[in-house]
């Protein structure tokens, strides 16, 4: 079985430009979240989605936003990049919207 | 404010010896407590889990100690491997019912197994 793929593995932005991210999901898996982890710390919760519903929101700007399709796959997507923005972007799956998270390998994103 | 402080940040261990990570919390409403082991280009892979209604956990050569008076949880890596060599992280999560459940994470310990 597949487990959580993410695309792009990698890219490289300039500043104010904009970016998506995309996560498919273990297949059955409903729940979908987004982590940013800068290098050398620990991933942060960015987004949780549920069923197509936002379910739980950390602490990130507008700029980042996201939603999950009737699928279950999941778009993040980053406005006006800034050089703070780099960093590796995760998403994991989850069979409900709590516990027993599986980590995709994650989109390396560079602002230049 | 870090509701999940990790410690060591970086560990040498020998081959076959015992790695040991720390990690505390603060926020008492957490009661999912795993370890995520992450090498290079990957993406965090779940190790082992706790829930506070025991005081260990063992899977194979791993094992979780958790101290819930002391609000502390530890990483004991018996027989260290150079394959185990990677960044561990461990993290909270209120789970279950409780609502919202994100993970919180610690910073990291790069653990290095030497021969």
């Known amino acids: 079985d597949a487990g959580v793929t993410q695309s792009p593995t990698h890219l490289i932005k300039t500043r104010g430009q904009h970016v998506t991210l995309r996560c498919s999901p273990i297949?059955?898996?409903?729940?979908v979240s987004w982590y940013q982890q800068v290098l050398g710390q620990g991933p942060q919760f960015i987004f949780q989605?549920?069923?197509?519903?936002?379910?739980g929101r950390g602490n990130f700007p507008d700029r980042f936003s996201a939603r999950q399709f009737p699928n279950y796959s999941s778009e993040l997507n980053v406005n006006a990049l800034l050089l703070g923005d780099s960093a590796l972007y995760l998403c994991?799956?989850?069979?409900?919207?709590?516990?027993?998270?599986?980590f995709g390998s994650g989109t390396r994103l560079t602002v230049v | 404010q870090q509701q999940v402080k990790q410690s060591p940040q970086s560990l040498i261990v020998q081959k076959g010896g015992i790695s040991i990570i720390n990690c505390a919390y603060e926020?008492?409403?957490?009661?999912?407590f795993p370890w995520y082991q992450q090498f290079p280009g990957k993406g965090p892979a779940l190790l082992i889990a706790?829930?506070?209604?025991?005081s260990e956990k063992k899977e194979g050569r791993f094992t979780i100690s958790f101290n819930k008076s002391a609000k502390q949880f530890s990483l004991h890596i018996m027989d260290s491997q150079p394959g185990d060599s990677a960044t561990y992280f461990c993290?909270?999560?209120?789970?279950?019912?409780?609502?919202?459940?994100?993970?919180?994470f610690g910073k990291g310990t790069r653990l290095s197994v030497i021969a």
């Open positions: 706790i829930r506070p209604d025991v």
């Open positions: 993290a909270a999560s209120r789970d279950q019912n409780s609502g919202n459940t994100p993970l919180v």
């Open positions: 989605y549920y069923e197509k519903e936002e379910r």
């Open positions: 297949s059955g898996h409903k729940s």
């Open positions: 926020n008492t409403a957490f009661d999912y």
């Open positions: 994991a799956s989850s069979l409900a919207w709590v516990g027993g998270y599986t």
